[in-house]
């Protein structure tokens, strides 16, 4: 399992136990979701970033594409991670 389908296990367990507890094979599962959102993280920091401006340094690219990482992964994260409390919202 990756850093993002362990977090989304932590934040479901945590914030929509119910759900949670109602999932066959939370392992598999979470590997599973962990790797589409790595996907999607990926194709969408990609698109973000565009191709590399002419005349761009070494360090102003590395600021580039982290910014766009964090961006990508921010996004594509949220819908996974803000839950409702009690579980009655959509997942």
């Known amino acids: 399992m990756n850093q993002y389908g362990d977090l989304a296990r932590r934040r479901w367990a945590h914030r929509v136990p119910e759900v949670y507890a109602d999932?066959?094979?939370p392992g598999e599962f979470f590997t599973m979701l962990g790797e589409l959102i790595a996907?999607?993280?990926g194709q969408?920091?990609?698109?973000?970033?565009?191709d590399d401006p002419s005349g761009e340094g070494?360090?102003?690219?590395?600021?580039?594409l982290t910014s766009t990482r964090d961006t990508a992964q921010a996004l594509v994260l949220s819908p996974y991670l803000d839950l409702p409390a009690d579980g009655r919202g959509q997942i």
Do not use: F, N
Request: net charge neutral; aromatic share 4%.
């Open 23 to 25: 999932i066959r094979d």
């Open 58 to 64: 070494y360090l102003a690219k590395v600021q580039r």
């Open 44 to 50: 969408l920091a990609a698109e973000l970033a565009g």
């Open 39 to 41: 996907a999607d993280i």
